[in-house]
T-cell receptor, first 114, second 115 residues
Framework: AQSVTQLGSHVSVSEGALVLLRCNYS??????LFWYVQYPNQGLQLLLK??????LVKGINGFEAEFKKSETSFHLTKPSAHMSDAAEYFC????????????FGKGTLLTVNP | GAGVSQTPSNKVTEKGKYVELRCDPI?????LYWYRQSLGQGPEFLIY????????DSGLPNDRFFAVRPEGSVSTLKIQRTERGDSAVYLC?????????????FGPGTRLTVT
């Protein structure tokens, strides 16, 4: 069975500071990994995904994440936080073979302070 | 183009009642998914349709929950004899095909409250 652990249910940063949201996964097969963002009263929006190939993936809004197999991690980063980044972020994993059932972490609420 | 839509956006019902939640996927998407998001949790998989058939319903919590997709587009999630524990946001997603590296596109969800 797959699982996802997001360290820190709430992360607070200052505008312009580095954003680091942590995600560790457990999977018995090569995983596909995803980061989704959820703004209030909106659906989940895909930020970026790793399937195969380059382990550093770039997404929308300046976010990127690096797949580290040895650490079973897929941490999300952004060099400089913007007020508009305030939202809830979810890391998810799927079985790379079938990839239809996403297993999500509990989410991390990002607050950006002026 | 239009994204995934879900109706109603909010539903309040009394314990024991029957409810139906509707999902309109993106046109042409053959794969459709239902997830449930309880307060403070990430979404949890309920069921996956490929076309008209349920390819995997292993996430449905019990036999009070049922979903259909009779024509391979719109899907309805049906909950019988609702319980307070069913209160959650029910999310629908669709993708061009199931499997592979296709992105799942999520709708805004239906917030179900059972009183």
């Amino acid at each position: 069975a797959q699982s996802v652990t997001q360290l820190g249910s709430h992360v607070s940063v200052s505008e312009g500071a580095l954003v680091l949201l942590r995600c560790n996964y457990s999977s018995s097969v090569p995983p596909y990994l995803f980061w989704y963002v959820q703004y209030p009263n909106q659906g989940l929006q895909l930020l970026l995904k790793y399937t195969t190939g380059a382990t550093l993936v770039k997404g929308i809004n300046g976010f990127e994440a690096e797949f580290k197999k040895s650490e079973t991690s897929f941490h999300l980063t952004k060099p400089s936080a913007h007020m508009s980044d305030a939202a809830e972020y979810f890391c998810a994993v799927s079985d790379g073979g079938s990839n239809y059932k996403l297993t999500f972490g509990k989410g991390t609420l990002l607050t950006v302070n002026p | 183009g239009a994204g995934v839509s879900q109706t109603p956006s909010n539903k309040v019902t009394e314990k024991g009642k029957y409810v139906e939640l509707r999902c309109d996927p993106i046109s042409g998407h053959t794969a459709l998914y239902w997830y449930r998001q309880s307060l403070g949790q990430g979404p949890e998989f309920l069921i996956y349709f490929q076309g008209t058939g349920a390819a995997d319903d292993s996430g449905l919590p019990n036999d009070r929950f049922f979903a259909v997709r009779p024509e391979g587009s719109v899907s309805t999630l049906k909950i019988q004899r609702t319980e307070r524990g069913d209160s959650a946001v029910y999310l629908c997603a669709s993708s061009p095909r199931g499997g592979g590296s296709y992105e799942q596109y999520f709708g805004p969800g239906t917030r179900l409250t059972v009183t």
